[in-house]
């Protein structure tokens, strides 16, 4: 199983979303099956982070889109919740404050990609803008067709200052949607985040399978490729996930960087300072210290 | 055990950092007796967030200041690495960057305060100006003496807006301290951040036993208690640390905020885009959309 492969939109490729299983689970019968994989890329993915944060070269910026009830809060807690959260941030984007609309649409996102050393998590992106502002026509299609090439290139500047960045489209089915729907409404600690444009978005199912495909077949770059990820089943996907950032970052080769300091010398300053703290005794009172 | 009450440290009380045992452990015997506690408080402490987050009326900032390899990345790491990622924003303070040391101490801490509903942690905080510049001589002591009443004043602020600000001090000995530094020249995967100051500082124990104990003393107010965390058994701060938070936040009643739709009305939404989904079957292409 190599998901980073398997789901990779390959650039300039033909999507058919319709065509693409959201309940497939590779050879996996069930979550407890994935279970101990999930764990093992959980604790990969930590430690790749370490030496992510240790190196201070490069970042990465993963973005998650899908339709509502999709599972980006999920895939963000549950996988990437394996970081630490030290060295990420998570940025939602929702409808555009005045202050952001008085800017171009990538204004916003740009100010929250990722410094050295650090990862950025986008729940919805800069892709909003040629998604949801173009099925609801909020901007003419001269306007929203301009943004692929903007997006693109934005993408090339982050990856040509070393930022590793990494697009999933969680990929779920109108069953599996309603579903979820269903399940918000039969739990009343989930009742105050329903909103009526859950069900209006919903009959926009084709519009957005049409701005998606679009999304998917335009800006997935060999420096920023897209990921399908089938969602349907939640442990699936954050298996899936999971194991893709690994692999791209397995993939950059990071490596600690050498010690500012002589360890040797190090090593003496430490013996003395045994020696000051033997003396003294464990509070140190008035021993060993400069005062 | 209450460790709220027994580690909170009692509006202008006297503290003796050397007559308080570090590697105080309660009556719990190791670190596996302790586990469980530690993953219930943790589940408990992810439901609180949510609650707050769903709430969106308060907001939680935790402040945590210790020596040297007291435990700070850890204790942020273990426990609050339970919390969503999306609602939680962590930020160091190291030495002022040249913008910020261009404004008051507390500028670039104000700036990170948590918006509502979220938690924001400080990795050191504002804190750092009454200790590290006190015990350098970076400024006259007619300038940090001062600072305490603005740090006062500046959490009252936060706390009569709704923020729960909850200070943990992660109390070590030198001893353990010795140790730490031991275990990271040992190991090659910490020698890059091995530092000369580390041991510089650790030369200075006393006069921060004596700072710190002035913060302790002067700026543990009802609004904004300090908690001294026995802290040489990482498995004990972990769990006094959590359960002190889940006990802040408990004591806060959050409540889900009510709908702001009618659930019976969208009910009924739910019922008619189910039929329409069960009609154009599950990819739904050119059927039950607006196009």
Redesign the interface.
């Known amino acids: 199983m190599n998901f980073y492969r398997e789901f990779r939109v390959l650039p300039a490729s033909k999507v058919k ?2 065509k693409i299983d959201a309940s497939y689970h590779g050879d996996l019968d069930d979550g407890d099956a994935a279970l101990p994989l999930i764990e093992e890329y959980k604790k990969k993915l930590r430690e790749l982070q370490y030496r992510m944060y ?1 190196e201070h070269k490069r970042s990465l910026l993963i973005c998650l889109q899908g339709r509502d009830a999709a599972g980006k ?1 999920g895939a ?2 549950h996988v ?2 394996a ?4 060295g ?3 940025t ?1 984007f929702k409808q555009p404050s005045k202050a952001e609309a008085e800017h171009d649409f990538l204004w916003r996102c740009h100010k929250v990609t990722p410094r050295r050393g650090h990862v950025a ?1 986008f ?1 919805r992106s800069h892709y909003e803008d040629v998604l949801v502002q173009r099925v609801h026509k909020l901007v003419p299609k001269k306007v929203w067709s301009g943004r692929f090439a903007h997006i693109n290139n934005f993408e090339r500047l982050l990856a040509d200052n070393d930022t590793t960045v990494l697009k999933f489209y969680l990929h779920i ?3 599996e949607q ?1 579903e979820r ?2 399940k918000r ?1 039969d739990d ?2 989930k ?6 444009s859950d ?1 209006s978005e ?6 957005y ?1 049409d701005a998606f495909e679009d999304v998917l077949e335009k800006c997935s770059t060999e420096y920023a490729p897209w990921f399908i990820i089938p969602a349907n089943k939640k442990w699936f996907r954050n298996l899936a996930i999971s194991q893709i950032v690994v692999s791209a970052l397995e993939s950059l080769d990071m490596q ?6 002589d ?1 040797d010398s ?2 003496q ?2 013996h003395a ?2 020696a ?2 033997d003396d ?1 005794g ?5 021993k ?4």
């Open positions: 979303l319709k240790a809060d963000i807690n990437l919740g970081m630490n959260p030290q990420c941030t998570v939602g998590i729940n089915d109108a069953q309603l729907f269903k409404i009343p600690t009742h105050w985040k329903i909103s009526e069900y919903a009959h926009y199912w084709d519009e399978t600690f960087p050498k010690p500012t300091v360890i190090i090593r300053k430490y300072l045994s000051a703290v003294a464990p509070d140190r009172k008035n060993g210290s400069k005062k």
